[in-house]
């Protein structure tokens, strides 16, 4: 071998040597972005694992807020139901007490022979004293309320 050989083997080997130099670089570089690609995905990863399970908590307390809901409402619908039955009873009650008063009223004005205008007028004052008083209540109202209740005048 001559030199002039040697000397182009030896550039040639040089070359070889800085593009095998280059590809590790390049290598070394390629391998420090699937690292952090790693990195990312297992960071990534485990978000996805906790809000997973954040997930899975909001979901049982929802579940829970739920069910206490429907017994609430189920409660309410009770009570709404008893409050209904009460004021019917209550409705009722005043019925049978405007036919007493109504028969006791009755009965007095055919007792009685001759009734003064007076009398008559405070007959007819009592009457709707008693439709105001013992009105039936609305039931199926939210709120039932009842009526106000003017006094008699005499």
Do not use: H
Request: aromatic share 4%; hydrophobic share 45%.
């Amino acid at each position: 071998m001559t030199d002039p050989d040697l000397a182009r083997q030896a550039t040639d080997l040089t070359a070889g040597v800085d593009r095998l130099s280059q590809a590790v670089s390049a290598l070394a570089v390629s391998q420090r972005r699937v690292k952090a690609a790693v990195v990312g995905i297992v960071v990534v990863l485990a978000l996805v694992v906790a809000l997973s399970i954040v997930v899975v908590f909001v979901a049982a307390d929802t579940r829970e807020a739920t069910r206490r809901a429907e017994e609430a409402n189920s409660l309410a619908a009770r009570n709404a139901q008893a409050a209904k039955v009460t004021c019917e009873s209550g409705n009722e009650a005043r019925r049978v007490t405007r036919q007493m008063w109504t028969y006791v009223l009755d009965l007095t004005i055919r007792s009685t022979a001759n009734l003064t205008a007076e009398q008559r007028r405070q007959a007819a004052t009592f009457r709707a004293y008693l439709a105001t008083v013992y009105a039936d209540r609305d039931c199926d109202s939210p709120n039932p309320t009842p009526l106000p209740s003017p006094t008699p005048t005499r």
